[in-house]
């Protein structure tokens, strides 16, 4: 166990929704990280927050957005959401920035239909 | 060109052989990971390093800056060591973890 926990772990949903996808960092971790596994792509950076704060962004799409609250908890929030968004999204959390330890969620597998 | 690279994208082994996974990468790192993930989707962070050699029970990361290439070694392999390997680097000026391929890797009795 990680310490790093994501809900739901499933999501089946229709082309053209919204959902938003939960991420706890371990207790004490204050950067949380948002990757997207898709078949054909691999792993993919999307975002990092940090104690709340944007503090990276990387592939992501203008359809999807990301908060992180004063619990630290996050939300990435996909929008209009097409059969290719389907994937396992990650998160994962760290004390600082990526130089130090990662320690990911189990992931939420996406599938849209 | 990815800027990281893993090899081989496959290894299919005998339980009891000694294995390794190649990782190169063509960007400036200030440190670089390796991952496992296991069939049921769940990664696991096996190494982070920035220099020289770690090791952990039968698994061994070593890392040489000059020439951008880790390896990620693993003695007396287990059907159980079943996974993908990922190595991902860490450029210090993007703040972001850039990911190779991965490696499929699998342990037969």
């Known amino acids: 166990d990680s310490g790093v926990t994501q809900t739901p772990k499933h999501l089946i949903t229709a082309t053209g929704q919204r959902v938003t996808l939960r991420c706890s960092p371990r207790?004490?971790?204050?950067?949380v990280y948002w990757y997207q596994q898709s078949l054909d792509q691999g792993l993919q950076f999307l975002i990092q927050?940090?104690?709340?704060?944007?503090?990276a962004k990387g592939n992501i799409l203008e359809r999807f957005s990301a908060q992180q609250f004063p619990d630290l908890h996050s939300e990435l929030n996909l929008s209009s959401l097409e059969l290719g968004d389907s994937a396992l999204y990650f998160c994962a959390s760290s004390v600082g920035g990526v130089s130090g330890e990662a320690f990911f969620g189990q992931g939420t597998r996406l599938t849209v239909v | 060109k990815n800027e990281v690279e893993q090899s081989p994208q496959n290894l299919t082994a005998q339980e009891g052989e000694f294995i390794t996974i190649n990782c190169s990468y063509s960007v400036g790192i200030s440190a670089l990971h390796w991952l496992q993930q296991h069939p049921g989707g769940g990664i696991v962070s096996l190494f982070m390093?920035?220099?020289g050699k770690k090791k952990h029970g039968r698994l061994i990361a070593t890392i040489n800056i000059q020439e951008k290439h880790s390896s990620l070694h693993i003695t007396a392999s287990h059907p159980r060591d079943s996974a993908v390997y990922i190595c991902a680097a860490y450029g210090g000026a993007t703040n972001k973890l850039i990911f190779g391929t991965g490696t499929l890797l699998a342990v037969q009795p």
């Open positions: 390093l920035s220099s």
């Open positions: 927050y940090y104690n709340g704060e944007e503090r």
């Open positions: 207790s004490g971790d204050l950067s």
